[in-house]
């Protein structure tokens, strides 16, 4: 190989080279610009997610559950008086009978 072909392909190469860089720097420029969008995307979800939790699952899901709650605490308390009265009426029925 002469000097002339030495050079040629030396500088060639060089520019084989330089366009890969170039391709490299474009594709990270094109990177940084998708992966700020992304954040901002990211971003933006999460607010929304989080107005949609405060503002609309969260008050929802208390109403339920202080209905629930209630409900629950109304049929024990039910139970309870069912329970009493039931034990009231079978000892004065025991007394009626004895009195007569």
Not at 10 to 29: E, I, S
Request: overall charge positive; hydrophobic content about 45%; proline content about 1%.
């Amino acid at each position: 190989m002469s000097g002339n072909e030495a050079r040629s392909r030396n500088v060639q190469t060089q520019q084989v080279w330089h366009a890969c860089l170039q391709r490299a720097c474009v594709y990270v420029n094109v990177q940084d610009e998708y992966s700020n969008l992304v954040q901002e995307w990211n971003r933006q979800r999460s607010l929304s997610l989080e107005r949609a939790l405060l503002r609309i699952l969260y008050p929802l899901m208390a109403r339920e559950l202080r209905t629930k709650l209630l409900e629950e605490a109304k049929l024990s308390i039910i139970r309870v008086c069912i329970s009493s009265l039931s034990v009231f009426l079978s000892v004065c029925l025991s007394v009626c009978c004895l009195l007569l």
